[in-house]
């Protein structure tokens, strides 16, 4: 018997020493690349370094507070982004889920279907946002020539009422189908056992997606709104390349406002560092809150 406890206690040993050494590099990586510049950047938030001179003065928060009243380019990427990330996480949450349902209720299609929705995700977002661009500058003109298309025969990236628009397009046009597939892989695990009992219970089709099919794909709903709301805080390269903030200051986001601000606008690095750090601080508050709520949910439902 003491024989067998030893042997049980080495083996747990043993597996306990390899699942660190499988999270170990990961765990490294981490640190390295992403916990010691975090902590960098908190630190240089309360400087005037410039990025270049080894040297430089400790100025408290003044930084932070010159972003909250004497920055209205700032403010303004703020609100700008908020209105981008609300738009996002509503239509692409439900456009996802609702395709994820028509193409899982279609089974012989179903592979097809996934694979054409899903496939904009596997081309850049910079490369989409050319592409888009183009079709813009180029193709849209070219369809407004057709009165049916009058609509068209506008700006939608130099208008800056419209080029909100073209950004929400080309964002949705790439993200929609992973979040799809998240969708339709959680429906893939809903019992057909609940269903057909609903059915015979007289329930319509309103009624079994709002009292069996949500409920069972809560943890869905949680990781796509997570990934949604992460995502739309931190956008960058899409703006950057399809209206590089512009028209002015119009489409500028707290990603791209904060890169001006290091790289742009006389090297101010702690400046940019103290933008930085409450872009951060927004969206791990407004994670933490949105983690909170559906997770409760998930326990509800």
């Not at 931190?234 to 590089?244: G, M, N, P, R, S």
Request: with cysteine.
């Amino acid at each position: 018997m003491k024989e067998a406890a030893t042997k049980k206690k080495l083996k747990t040993k043993s597996n306990h020493l390899s699942l660190i050494l499988f999270v170990l590099p990961a765990f490294a990586f981490y640190f390295v690349f992403l916990f010691i510049p975090t902590i960098g950047a908190g630190v240089y938030s309360f400087t005037d370094w410039n990025g270049l001179n080894p040297t430089f003065n400790f100025v408290g928060f003044s930084n932070y507070i010159e972003a909250f009243s004497d920055d209205p380019a700032f403010r303004h990427s703020f609100w700008f982004t908020l209105r981008y990330t609300i738009f996002m996480f509503v239509i692409q949450n439900v456009a996802a889920l609702l395709l994820a349902l028509l193409i899982e209720s279609r089974m012989k299609s179903k592979g097809f279907f996934r694979t054409i929705f899903f496939m904009p995700n596997m081309i850049s977002l910079i490369i989409s946002s050319l592409m888009f661009s183009f079709i813009f500058t180029n193709v849209f003109p070219e369809l407004s020539k057709q009165a049916i298309f009058s609509i068209l025969d506008q700006s939608w990236i130099g208008d800056a009422s419209v080029s909100f628009y073209s950004i929400l397009i080309v964002s949705l046009w790439q993200g929609i189908g992973y979040m799809m597939v998240i969708y339709m892989a959680a429906l893939q695990g809903v019992p057909k056992q609940l269903k057909e009992a609903s059915m015979i219970d007289g329930a319509n089709v309103f009624q079994r997606l709002r009292h069996v099919v949500i409920p069972m794909i809560m943890h869905a709903i949680t990781i796509c709104s997570f990934l949604t709301l992460n995502g739309a805080f931190k956008v960058f390269d899409v703006v950057y390349a399809l209206t590089q903030g512009g028209p002015g200051t119009s489409t500028q986001v707290m990603a791209l406002n904060i890169y001006e601000e290091a790289f742009s606008n006389n090297f101010r690095f702690g400046y940019a560092n103290a933008k930085a750090m409450i872009l951060f601080l927004v969206v791990l508050i407004i994670t933490l809150i949105q983690v909170s709520i559906l997770k409760r949910k998930e326990v509800e439902a």
